[in-house]
Structure formats: structure tokens, C-alpha cells
């Protein structure tokens, strides 16, 4: 069969390309190709499924923006399809006292990357927050939480499916190639010139 856009990959960033590729191109056929009988098989599926808040990486990089953003945008997601998550929040804990700038740092960091919701807490509020944990400051983090990836993934899928695209499971891509001439049986010539090959 013949597609305008191939995505190769069903994890989560395959899923989320596929989904908004055909969201933005909508006139356009999408067919997404994954080698495993199931999507998320692999590293979306076994993470430590944290939705993280954006406090380690340098202010005003791609990655620090991308974080912010992402983070709310998963929020969103999962508010508008129902899908269980917990803001449950992270200590960062200094327990020496030379750990302190370094905590002090990233709290700075996080500010400048505009993660919502950060403050240095002192041991007395490290306790109320955790009974178990001991530190002289700590960084609270309430924005950051926790997810199943696996369950977004198959909600991007849903999404990709009902908008109208393809998923091919159990579809090993071991070839890509420019086609030389269109098949005799081809309506639409040389429109498609790259040929996607699987091991059959």
C-alpha cells in the first residue's frame, strides 16, 4: 500500500510525531510502523514514568523549554483523556552543609526556567513533607509527578487511529530506498518514490 508519511517507531515519540503530523496535515495519509505485536513495547513502557518539572538543565535552552512545556502540556493531556497521574512533588535534600550552594543553584535555575511552584524549605518542612527524611535544606518541587507513559502512548494511538491514520504492528522496517521506476501496477507514478521494506 502506498502512504504520503511513514513514521517508523511506536513508542511514545513516534506516536506523539505520527499524531501530530496528521493533526497538522490532515489531507495527507499517515501510516505508522512498529516491529513489536504491541506499541510501547520498549523504553516508553519501561521508565521511571516521572514528569519531570525542568530545574536541572541551562537556562534558555531548547531542553529547559521543552521540559516547562512538556510538563504542562502532559497535564493538559491527561486532564482532557482521563488519564490517572499524580502530582505528588520532589525533594531535592542537601544533608551537608557544602550541598547547600549547590542546592541553592538549582533552585536559581529553576526560577530562570520558570518551573512553577519552587521554594528552599528547612529541615522542620523537609520532616512535615517526609517523616522519614532528614536534611538541612531541601528544594520542594511540587510541580514534578508521575505518569504511566505506556497509557499515553496508547492514547496517542487512539488519537492517530481515529484521526485517520494507520498503525502497522509486527512490521520490522529493514530497508528504506528510493524506488528507480514506478510498479506497473501504479496509479500514481513516481508520487511515493521511496519503498519502506519489512522482512517479508
Known amino acids: 500500500s502506498t502512504v504520503d508519511v511513514a513514521v517508523v517507531g511506536g513508542g511514545i515519540v513516534g506516536l506523539a510525531a505520527a499524531r501530530e503530523l496528521l493533526h497538522r496535515h490532515g489531507s495527507l495519509s499517515f501510516a505508522l510502523l512498529e516491529k513489536e505485536k504491541e506499541l ?11 514528569i519531570h518539572s ?14 516547562v512545556q512538556g510538563a504542562a502540556l502532559c497535564y493538559q493531556y491527561c486532564d482532557q483523556k482521563g488519564i490517572p497521574y499524580k502530582r505528588c512533588g520532589k525533594l531535592i535534600v542537601a544533608v551537608e552543609h557544602d550541598e547547600i550552594p549547590r542546592l ?3 533552585y536559581e535555575r529553576g526560577l530562570q526556567n520558570n518551573v512553577p511552584g519552587l521554594k528552599l524549605i528547612g529541615a522542620k518542612e523537609i520532616q512535615e513533607k517526609e517523616p522519614f527524611c532528614r536534611g538541612l535544606m531541601a528544594l ?16 496517542f494511538a487512539e488519537d ?23 510498479s506497473p501496477d501504479s496509479e500514481d507514478g513516481l508520487k511515493h518514490p521511496v519503498i519502506v521494506r519489512n522482512k517479508k
Open 40 to 50: 510501547a513495547h520498549h523504553q516508553s513502557g519501561h521508565n521511571s514514568g516521572v
Open 54 to 67: 525542568g530545574i536541572y538543565y541551562t537556562p534558555g535552552s531548547l531542553k529547559a523549554k521543552l521540559c
Open 104 to 106: 541553592k543553584a538549582l
Open 140 to 155: 520542594d518541587s511540587p510541580y514534578t509527578g508521575i505518569v504511566d507513559y505506556k497509557q499515553v502512548a496508547q492514547s
Open 160 to 182: 492517530f487511529q481515529e484521526a485517520g491514520g494507520t498503525i502497522l504492528r509486527d512490521f520490522e522496517v529493514t530497508d528504506m530506498e528510493m524506488a528507480k521506476e514506478s
